[in-house]
Nanobody, 121 residues
């Protein structure tokens, strides 16, 4: 069955770094765009970063540009999010999402279960 399993979350001090990973299985990873979303307590889920199926295109939320980097390894069916210079406001549950597009329309999507990132001194 389809699985997206996130790992790498935890507690980190402001200014620190974390690397999130998402291991995918049960679907053709290489034809799906991959994204990281996050949801802070009491707030709506928001897009953090997205990477195209081939890895040649990335987009970032303004709030994380220059600090976060998304990458993928299609040979290992993994997508990662390197998070540097973490701030208090980065505290959230981070979710991995796989999206298949056809002619610009979402035809399928999968979500992971999420991993908690807490930035605290």
């Amino acid at each position: 069955q389809v699985q997206l399993v996130e790992s790498g979350g935890g507690l980190v001090q402001p200014g620190g770094s974390l690397r999130l990973s998402c291991a995918a299985s049960g679907f053709t990873f290489g034809i799906y765009a991959m994204s990281w979303y996050r949801q802070a307590s009491g707030k709506e889920r928001e897009l953090v970063a997205r990477i195209s199926s081939t890895g040649d295109s990335t987009t970032y939320a303004d709030s994380v540009k220059g600090r976060f980097t998304i990458s993928r390894d299609n040979a290992k069916n993994t997508v990662s999010l390197q998070m540097n210079s973490l701030k208090f406001e980065d505290t959230a549950v981070y979710y991995c999402k796989a999206t298949r597009l056809r002619n610009g329309v979402v035809v399928n999507a999968y979500w992971g279960q999420g991993t908690q990132v807490t930035v605290s001194s």
